[in-house]
């Protein structure tokens, strides 16, 4: 399904190198050598870059780490952990998810970030020479990479806790979804716009660094998208329910009973665990009050929204 390798297998978590983080770190040694050799760091500006790059790439897995051990804690599937252009995603399912959990998981992946970026800030004090370059610059990066994240916008973490935050006051993911992703639109407009006047600078690395910052834009921007459109599957499961789409006709013979009570997610769970054209739906009492065809489902979901 996704490109890439797979280098770890960490508490049930496939951790998956993407291609597009290699071309990141090539990029990012390039731009930040020339940045290292004006700083007089050690003796070799592109070894130093490419240290520095490591020293990153192992911050933004502790950033996802965090992410997956909260996670796994709640009790949640984690399928795998991607590491990529913007840094990392951890694909997080469960059954057993709501706001406070969503929160949880989303805002401990920046807090990681900040306390590793103080810490590398706090080791460039006591050393020199590269070493010191390379913490303060992994350091300072981390603190960036914690605010940043923080911001409300779809797919970054803020966004998550301000989706989480809004379906625990309305009730409605799709809700939270909705206003979360258009602010991760924004954001990622606001990014194009901070780029495009970083064009203009002066300084002899603002075209490298204006267009690392567009690749972030573009980054930011299908990932609201795509949340967006998540959002909108979302609603339209909401929407469904047993009793609303039920036929008062008798069900067929050996038609599976599934509870008329059923809506949304767990509606559409119960129809997978068992594939059927009919389904017999029963009250509480285990009396059948009706029939349920898969196909009235299937029209109600596509004509939803
Ligand atoms: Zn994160």
């Not at 911001?151 to 970054?156: D, E, I, M, S, V």
């Given at each position: 399904m996704s490109g890439g390798w797979r280098i770890a297998r960490i508490a049930g978590a496939d951790i998956r190198v993407r291609p597009s983080l290699l071309v990141m770190g090539v990029i990012l040694v390039i731009v930040f050598a020339p940045q290292f050799d004006s700083l007089g760091a050690g003796p070799n500006p592109y070894l130093t870059s490419i240290v520095f790059v490591l020293s990153l790439y192992v911050s933004v897995f502790l950033h996802e780490l965090a992410h997956l051990g909260v996670a796994r804690w709640f009790g949640m599937r984690v399928p795998m952990v991607e590491l990529h252009l913007l840094g990392g995603e951890t694909h997080i399912e469960g059954d057993s998810r709501n706001p406070w959990q969503e929160l949880a998981t989303s805002v401990v992946g920046p807090i990681a970030s900040f306390v590793v970026g103080i810490a590398a800030l706090w080791g460039a004090q006591a050393t020199e020479g590269a070493t010191r370059s390379v913490l303060w610059s992994v350091g300072f990066i981390n603190v960036l990479i914690a605010i940043f994240n923080m911001?409300?916008?779809?797919?970054?973490d803020g966004g998550r806790v301000l989706r989480a935050l809004i379906w625990a006051v309305t009730g409605s993911e799709s809700k939270g979804v909705r206003v979360a992703g258009w602010i991760g639109r924004l954001a990622a407009l606001g990014l194009v716009g901070i780029a495009i006047s970083m064009m203009?600078?002066?300084?002899?690395?603002a075209i490298g660094r204006a267009l690392l910052l567009l690749a972030v834009a573009l980054f930011l921007w299908q990932g609201a998208s795509y949340a967006l459109q998540q959002g909108v599957a979302l609603a339209r499961i909401g929407s469904l329910s047993a009793s609303s789409l039920m036929r008062e006709d008798a069900p067929p013979a050996g038609a599976v009973p599934i509870s008329v009570e059923l809506s949304g997610r767990d509606l559409l769970l119960a129809m997978a665990e068992n594939p059927s054209d009919a389904y017999a739906l029963v009250d509480d009492g285990g009396f059948v009050v009706g029939t349920l065809f898969a196909s009235t489902v299937d029209r109600a979901y596509r004509e939803a929204g």
């Open positions: 911001l409300p916008g779809l797919p970054l203009f600078g002066e300084d002899a690395f």
